[in-house]
């Protein structure tokens, strides 16, 4: 299993020179200093940014065609080779988003990764799992899909591989169920919790462990948010190898 990292602190990576290894970012996220690093990745996953642009802006006022244009420009400029659509289903319809797949593919040349969310059904994942040779599943960090609908990953997966076909778990990285489920890849911003919350990661081998700060104690942030990158390094070759 493929475990990209996403977001981004500080890049620690980038001050040690460090790009062996996996990487989620956003468009609408993503750093000036990163963008003359992408090709230098072991893997690099362009997320849309539509979930973003969407939370920082009122999406009414949004040309997404304007959008999917430039979106397409920064693809073919960098060279990247896999990319989300827009996910925008509950703004502008499915209908919309296959036009603006389409749209987009057509100016890239190429596939995208479609983003199955739950709202169209299992018809349409099956008509995308035999179109497309990489999916991936939204609305699990939305909780759009909630824990107790988990155990329908199986029959996903399941036809997924009838049709040979990878599938990524959008912000699915719950370490208990990792090995439950068989995804080709995932991604998390779980190493970030040291920054937000003064965890700190400890890989023991096979997972890892997280130790909260006691009360009245304060972490070095940009210190823990290093450390835990790398212990996620280290759980992200254990991933490749063995989930």
């Known amino acids: 299993m493929k475990l990209y990292l996403a977001g981004q602190n500080g890049h620690p990576w980038i001050e040690d020179q460090f790009f062996d290894f996996y990487r989620l970012e956003s468009y609408f996220n993503i750093a000036k200093k990163e963008i003359e690093h992408i090709s ?6 362009l997320d849309s940014g539509a979930f973003s642009y969407m939370n920082g802006l009122c999406s009414k006022d949004v040309n997404w065609n304007i959008y999917i244009e430039e979106y397409a ?11 989300m659509e827009l996910d925008i289903d509950n703004v502008v319809g499915y209908k919309e988003v296959r036009k603006l ?5 057509n100016l890239t040349q190429r596939q995208c990764i479609p983003v199955w969310h739950k709202s169209r059904g299992k018809e349409e994942w099956i008509n ?14 939305t909780r759009e899909i909630k824990p107790r609908e988990y155990k329908y990953f199986h029959w996903l997966l ?8 990878k599938v990524h778990a959008l912000g699915f990285t719950n370490l208990k169920e990792l090995t439950e489920y068989p995804f080709y890849s995932v991604d998390s911003t779980s ?12 890989f023991n081998g096979i997972s890892l462990e997280k130790y909260n ?7 070095r942030n940009k210190k823990v948010a290093k450390h835990n990158f ?5 759980f992200q070759k254990y991933a490749d190898i063995n989930l």
Do not use: P, T
């Open 40 to 45: 230098k990745y072991k893997s690099f996953l």
């Open 73 to 83: 420009d920064f693809i073919n400029k960098h060279k990247i080779n896999l990319f």
């Open 101 to 105: 797949r389409n749209k987009l593919e």
């Open 128 to 141: 995308l799992i035999k179109e497309y040779n990489y999916v991936a599943i939204g609305g699990i960090v």
């Open 158 to 165: 399941n036809k997924a591989k009838e049709h040979n076909c």
């Open 191 to 202: 190493w970030l919790s040291g920054n937000r919350f003064g965890g700190v990661y400890i």
């Open 213 to 219: 700060k006691k009360k009245g104690q304060r972490v």
């Open 230 to 234: 790398y212990e996620w390094i280290k």
